[in-house]
């Protein structure tokens, strides 16, 4: 059984930087790409990063390029995602996402069939 489990939220002043982390088991990671889901109070689910499961190919939302990055180490199992330039609008839970069938490229939540339980960032202006 997959278990995704997230690490590292928590409240920043805008401009700040936080580093989230998502450790995950039951998997064949490097099987896996990985990615990041946000969700702010009242409104949808929206993509914000992912990473294939091998090469360095990423994606990001428009709204997060240039500020936040997305890596993996396949030998901790582990995906990170790095916000730095926070802004008040960053604020939402954090849900760490994976899937064995697409590489990354997919931006509905709907595309990726494991999800950790999500970790809070909020950002004040």
């Known amino acids: 059984q997959v278990q995704l489990v997230e690490s590292g939220g928590g409240l920043v002043q805008a401009g700040g930087s936080l580093r989230l982390s998502c450790a995950a088991s039951g998997v064949t990671f490097s099987s896996y790409a990985m990615g990041w889901f946000r969700q702010a109070p009242g409104k949808a689910r929206e993509f914000v990063a992912s990473?294939?499961?091998?090469?360095?190919?990423?994606y990001y939302a428009a709204s997060v390029k240039g500020r936040f990055t997305i890596s993996r180490d396949n030998a901790k199992n582990t995906v990170y995602l790095q916000m730095n330039s926070l802004k008040p609008e960053d604020t939402a839970v954090y849900y760490c996402?994976?899937?064995?069938?697409?590489?990354?490229?997919?931006?509905?939540?709907?595309?990726?069939?494991?999800w950790g339980q999500g970790t809070q960032v909020t950002v004040s202006s």
């Open positions: 996402v994976g899937d064995r069938y697409n590489d990354g490229r997919y931006f509905s939540p709907m595309m990726y069939d494991s």
């Open positions: 990473h294939s499961r091998s090469a360095e190919t990423t």
